[in-house]
């Protein structure tokens, strides 16, 4: 780590103490995707990770998520890790064709949840680095309107936006899309996502 953002990191540590969380559990690397995040800033930053401690222990307050938390979504067999890319980043593999909306929002999100972990847990050894990715390729093939998501698509992008951290037994790390890559999709899928698009304005 810099010495240059020491003091931000300090800064940081006591910030989030007075609104009566701890960093204990999470090293610079973690702590320094908030500050880039917040342009530096250490009170957004602490703000920033505070809400996300609180959103991680309301979805997954053991600290992970179990599969029996998620047998529906395990049971349609639609994601499929690929080992590492040249680059030694996790490769996720999604057959669209697999998914249909849950009725289950909640296990959903929490399965989202488990896809992330296990995907960055794939590849993470050693201690975090703070710039753990992967790289997520959506194949569309035989997709029909009967698998669009439209409220599963939103939430998967707001997993992947938020500050989504992923647990690996002892270690924490901070997750984002190193690449992602659209497989076999026709016009009208386009035209499903700029609707999408419309209807979040």
């Not at 995707?33 to 530096?40: C, D, H, K, T």
Request: charged share 20%.
């Amino acid at each position: 780590m810099e010495k240059s953002h020491e003091l931000e990191l300090t800064q940081m540590r006591k910030s989030v103490e007075k609104l009566g969380f701890s960093t204990e559990k999470y090293g610079d690397p973690t702590l320094m995707r908030f500050l880039i995040a917040r342009s530096m800033d250490t009170d957004k930053a602490s703000k920033m990770f505070v809400q996300w401690l609180k959103w991680r222990s309301s979805l997954v307050p053991n600290g992970f998520v179990v599969e029996s938390e998620v047998p529906d979504q395990l049971e349609a067999r639609k994601i499929f890790l690929q080992g590492l890319s040249k680059t030694g980043y996790p490769v996720m593999i999604v057959q669209a064709c697999k998914h249909y909306p849950p009725k289950d929002h909640l296990q959903f999100k929490k399965f989202v949840v488990y896809l992330l972990d296990k995907t960055i847990a794939s590849a993470v050894k050693g201690g975090e680095i703070g710039n753990e990715k992967l790289i997520g390729v959506l194949d569309f093939q035989n997709i029909t309107y009967r698998n669009v998501d439209a409220r599963g698509l939103i939430t998967g992008f707001q997993f992947l936006q938020v500050m989504h951290i992923s647990q690996s037994a002892w270690q924490s790390a901070t997750l984002c899309i190193c690449r992602g890559f659209l497989l076999v999709f026709g016009g009208w899928f386009l035209g499903s996502l700029r609707n999408l698009h419309l209807k979040r304005l």
